[in-house]
């Protein structure tokens, strides 16, 4: 019944700026922690960024940290990331997903508990 689904992927030149959006179906998005994957073209999905489901604290990998914010909106149920500063290497298919494994003091900084994976929403930086 949990569902994500991703959406605000798109074309931009390097340096602009885009707004993702996971919008939540089956919960609040409150009850989990949620975050963002980048899967560049050929690799890994890697995790970017989470929040709390507790007190809505967010972690940033190094390689975003300054240019992506990941945001809760509780009264939409979506999670955004905003992403700022953005260069060719971020390139790619960004994905939410939802820890389900229990509750934790902090989100998963690991990001390897998370699940219940949107459809994905691609972003293209290219000049």
């Known amino acids: 019944q949990v569902q994500l689904v991703e959406s605000g992927g798109g074309l931009v030149q390097p340096g602009g700026s885009l707004r993702l959006s996971c919008a939540a179906s089956?919960?609040?998005?409150?009850?989990?922690?949620i975050a963002w994957f980048h899967q560049a073209p050929g690799k890994q999905r890697d995790g970017i960024a989470c929040?709390?489901?507790?007190?809505?604290?967010?972690h940033h990998v190094d390689s975003v940290k300054g240019r992506f914010a990941i945001s809760r909106d509780n009264a939409k149920n979506t999670v955004n990331l905003q992403m700022s500063g953005l260069k060719p290497e971020d390139t790619g298919v960004y994905y939410c997903?939802?820890?389900?494994?229990?509750?934790?003091?902090?989100?998963?900084?690991?990001?390897?508990?998370?699940?219940?994976w949107g459809q994905g929403t691609q972003v293209i930086v290219s000049s």
């Open positions: 089956g919960f609040g998005v409150g009850y989990y922690s």
């Open positions: 997903a939802a820890d389900q494994t229990g509750w934790r003091p902090d989100c998963d900084k690991s990001f390897r508990d998370y699940g219940s």
């Open positions: 929040i709390n489901s507790n007190d809505g604290m967010t």
